[in-house]
Nanobody
Framework: QVQLVESGGGLVQAGGSLRLSCAASVGSLSSYAVAWFRQAPGKEREFVAGISWSGLSTPYADSVKGRFTIFRQNAKNTVNLQMNSLKFEDTAVYFC???????????????????WGQGTQVTVSS
């Protein structure tokens, strides 16, 4: 079992950058595939990026490709999301999620993940 805690959200101007961090307060993230989702007001929770257990597979939503990077820091027991060239439409609550499945391929729905953090707000001003 793993308990997830997100951090790093905040207010940033369009074109700016933020780095989100997902830490495991209990358990080791290196044993799980991990993903970032986001949910804007009135919208469904959507997949943003994921990373396999090995770190070799990193799928992204089309809307963030080339701007966001997901990566592991196993020594810190974290999975991070580097967000560059932020746009107003990136505004949302961002959640990290983990699954015991080690592969991330094909797993992009909220129901595919077993553990969730509480979320961190990202607000991009235009």
């Amino acid at each position: 079992q793993v308990q997830l805690v997100e951090s790093g959200g905040g207010l940033v101007q369009a074109g700016g950058s933020l780095r989100l961090s997902c830490a495991a307060s209990v358990g080791s993230l290196s044993s799980y595939a991990v993903a970032w989702f986001r949910q804007a007001p009135g919208k469904e929770r959507e997949f943003v990026a994921g990373i396999s257990w090995s770190g070799l597979s990193t799928p992204y939503a089309d809307s963030v490709k080339g701007r966001f990077t997901i990566f592991r820091q196993n020594a810190k027991n974290t999975v991070n999301l580097q967000m560059n060239s932020l746009k107003f439409e990136d505004t949302a609550v961002y959640f990290c999620a983990a699954t015991i499945r080690r592969s991330i391929a094909g797993y992009q729905k909220p129901n595919d993940f077993d553990y969730w953090g509480q979320g961190t707000q990202v607000t991009v001003s235009s």
